[in-house]
């Protein structure tokens, strides 16, 4: 039987405040076997926890580039003393969301830009303090990113997930070298998005994990244009259910079995979160 994980997923998202259970159990119907749930602020920490231990799940911790317009040098402090308190909790498995997000105009220029930048910097100190992998947001913004983690660990490795990649070969290459996964989900599906497909048909398979984004990042058979939604077409929402679908397709891209593709994705995630190796033996044995 195909098991899956599901390696970034926001089921904490007011998306799901109605029926998170029903979205959960619908994906494990489906052989989705575990989430991972990141967190974006700091008022979400407690959100992601609770979820991850009442689903089996695990979380991460950490303040998106999105949301450090409202979050100050006291967050960081609060993040610092949460992945303290909760250090030997196994379903604590990394920093993040955290990166760089040079799509949103806003945060491209002063003072966003630095304000992100410095909150970026200072929770990969946090990262290598508590000994804890990264979930990285990478939007347009790769290239410092990887300034930022050799910047932060010269000459050393880390473990983590450039999520939602979608940079060049070049840049892909670097975060491998730096000993990242790569994570790809339904932006893939579509057809038009030449340069990832290439990148998820073409990259050795040791490089990648798989995610939904939930309820962001839609596949293309949930997606719906700004005209069709104007002609009262409803845009599907994401869930964690529909990993198996994209999967799929994936494999169909790399021209491997379903199966195949599964076993390795899952044993990616587990080498880039290697807690997730107490939580789910039996795909390690």
């Known amino acids: 039987m195909t098991d899956w994980i599901d390696s970034h997923c ?8 109605a029926d998170a259970t ?4 619908r994906a494990a119907s489906l052989q989705v076997v575990h989430c991972v749930l990141p967190a974006v602020e700091v008022g ?28 100050d040098d006291g967050d960081l402090a609060e993040l610092d003393a ?3 308190r909760h250090r030997d909790d196994p379903r604590l498995v990394a920093v993040g969301e955290i990166g760089l997000d040079y799509f949103v105009p806003d945060l491209c220029q002063p003072p966003l830009r630095q304000r992100q930048e410095y909150f970026y910097l200072e929770q990969l100190k946090l990262a290598r303090k508590h000994g804890l992998p990264v979930l ?10 990887l300034k930022g983690l050799r910047a932060t660990a010269p000459g050393q490795n880390w473990q983590g997930i450039a999520h939602a990649f979608n940079g060049s070969e070049q840049q892909a290459q670097a975060f491998l070298a730096l000993g990242f996964k790569l994570g790809f989900g339904g932006a893939l599906t579509f057809e038009r998005a030449l340069q990832l497909r290439r990148l998820a048909s073409s990259l050795p398979l040791s490089a990648l994990v798989l995610e939904t984004d939930a309820p962001d990042m839609p596949p293309h058979w949930l ?13 599907g929402r994401n869930e964690p259910g529909e990993l198996p679908r994209i999967g799929a397709e ?9 199966d195949a593709l599964a076993d390795a994705v899952k044993r990616n ?17």
């Not at 990285?136 to 990113?145: C, E």
């Not at 997606?223 to 845009?235: D, I, L, P």
């Not at 994936?250 to 379903?258: C, D, E, M, N």
């Open 22 to 25: 029903a979205v959960r159990a």
């Open 10 to 17: 926001h089921l904490d998202a007011t998306e799901f405040a």
């Open 136 to 145: 990285l947001h990478v939007r347009r913004s790769a290239d410092q990113l």
């Open 44 to 71: 979400n920490f407690e959100a992601v926890r609770v979820l991850a231990h009442v689903g089996g799940d695990s979380y991460a911790l950490g303040i998106h580039p999105l949301y450090v317009a409202q979050a």
């Open 269 to 285: 995630t587990l080498a880039a979160l290697p807690r997730l190796r107490g939580l789910l033996p039996e795909i390690d044995a």
């Open 250 to 258: 994936l494999a169909a891209l790399r021209s491997i079995a379903v």
């Open 223 to 235: 997606y719906q244009s700004a005209a069709q939604r104007a002609g009262g077409a409803r845009q």
């Open 82 to 84: 949460q992945l303290l």
